[in-house]
C-alpha cells in the first residue's frame, strides 16, 4: 500500500462528502492561510496512519479512526464511503 493511493481514497472521501480536498488555503483578504473545515486528512505519526477531520478554521481537529497501518486505514477508508453510498442510497428509496 502506498502513501499516494491512501491519499486518493481520502481525496475520494471528501468529493462524495462535498468537503475540500486541501486542508488550507490562502485568505488573500486576511492574508493568512486558513484551514478548510470538515476536511478529512491522514495524520501521521508514530509509525502509523489515522483518518482525521478538521473541526474548525483555526486547525483544530478530531481523531476519526484509531491510529494503524496503511493497508488497513484504506480498508476503513473503504467502508466508510460504502457506509455512506449506502445511506445515500436508502435515503433516496424512503
Known amino acids: 500500500m ?8 481520502v481525496k475520494s472521501l471528501n468529493l462524495l ?3 475540500k480536498t486541501k486542508t488550507m488555503e490562502f485568505n488573500k483578504a486576511e492574508g493568512k492561510y486558513v ?10 505519526a508514530y509509525g502509523g496512519y ?21 493497508k488497513e486505514l484504506y480498508e476503513l477508508i473503504d467502508m466508510m464511503i460504502y457506509g455512506y453510498n449506502l ?7 424512503k
Open 35 to 44: 484551514s478548510n473545515s470538515d476536511v478529512y486528512y491522514i495524520g501521521k
Open 17 to 19: 462528502r462535498g468537503f
Open 87 to 93: 445511506a445515500q442510497r436508502d435515503s433516496l428509496i
Open 50 to 70: 489515522r483518518l482525521e477531520q478538521i473541526a474548525n478554521e483555526g486547525g483544530g481537529c478530531r481523531d476519526i479512526t484509531h491510529r494503524t497501518t496503511k
Open 2 to 9: 502506498t502513501l499516494k493511493r491512501l491519499e486518493n481514497k
